[in-house]
């Protein structure tokens, strides 16, 4: 089916070419316009004759679009998928490293701690402006988010823009996804999980056989530990996860380095110098596509295109082109984890928070499951969370100073508004650049 599908940070080495690949594998999207669009001019042109190349080869699947400008390229758009972010690495040392000088127990500080309220601050701006965009250009289109704080910034969009169709999504599940197929000797088609929680800090409470419906969660709880036994990775399921595992009696399926944001005894069990290796190593990895995508677009501009294709022959994982398709087809399809307001799929949470979870996805939408009420030991944790991204979304929307300095301090990695307004004080004087004028 012919739709108008924008990629917004096109220009980004992991993102353009994997969206590409996993549109190039559709089945059912022929002749869709796809419309690459980044302000990096000269990444945007590279991604843009690589993918031009792989198109013609193809016999012209798609007609494929490049520009910097996001409103002409959101004319007549169906569907917009967006990863976008202003220098990553550059303010995420800086989320890291600040609050530790002052002494914040934080560890990752990517999505959650007094990091994650200043990634909140960067980029829940920069993606508003984008979906005031879209409701007033393509205010039918159905805007995709993978930017990441993905709760936060969900929460600011259902906030602001509450009439939108969006979806958050992210790849965390993907440590399960491998895994359980393993343990079960199925394949992942037939297990049908059952995630709740929030972005990063969920749980597994459910898992059936698919076909027949039995409850494989027994089955897991009985054999999970033997399973991992040898498989603990520092940067998954490691020594963290199995501890709050152990204490709580449901598995988080984001393992430690994300688990490790949203719990104050974390550092008792995650080696900070892990999580410095994990931000190093994701830099690293970035570097690396982006010197890959240089070499190919070299060999082609000298009419020597490699033989080795920019795009992935496997699915990504991403489940932004199963949306797309299972909505243009209307044909059903459950996904294990999705970011979607909550109204009512966690009873114990509140109403107006974005969880994460399982939903059906149809011609009509997503639609998530209801899950009736967690267990209470889990719903109190992640009350804790929600009370913290509920203040900081508001400090963002609203540029409150006294709100962004009671996020900091009732933050569980933050001891007070000392120590607040000191992290507060440096990280705003080092990136006031880009955040809102907090007054």
Known sequence: MKKKIVLLGAGSSVFGPSMFSDLYLSQVLDGSTITLCDINEPKLQMIYDLLSYENEKSG??????????????????????????AKRFHFRWQDHNIPLKHGARTLMGECGGPGGFFHSARVIPLVLSIVEDITKICPDAFFINFSNPVARISLAINRKYPNIKFIGLCHQIEFLNFHLPKMFEKPLDELKMTVAGLNHFGFLIGLEDFKTGENLLPAFNANSLQYFDGKWDRFQFDEFTFEIYKRFGYFPHSGDNHLCEYIQFADEFVKLQDLKDWIQTMEEFGKMEDKRIIRFHKKWKKGKPSKRSVLSSKLSGESAIPVIEAIVTNQRIYLSSVNIPNEGIIENLPSDLVVEGPAWVDGSGVHGVKLGSLPKNIAALLRMEASIQDVCVEAILHESKALALACLAMDLKVEGFKMAENIFNELFDLQREILPDFR
């Not at 996001?70 to 758009?77: G, L, T």
């Open 60 to 85: 012209n699947k798609f007609i494929l679009e490049q520009t910097t400008d996001r409103k002409e390229a959101f004319q007549n758009a169906d569907f917009i998928i967006s990863s976008v972010e």
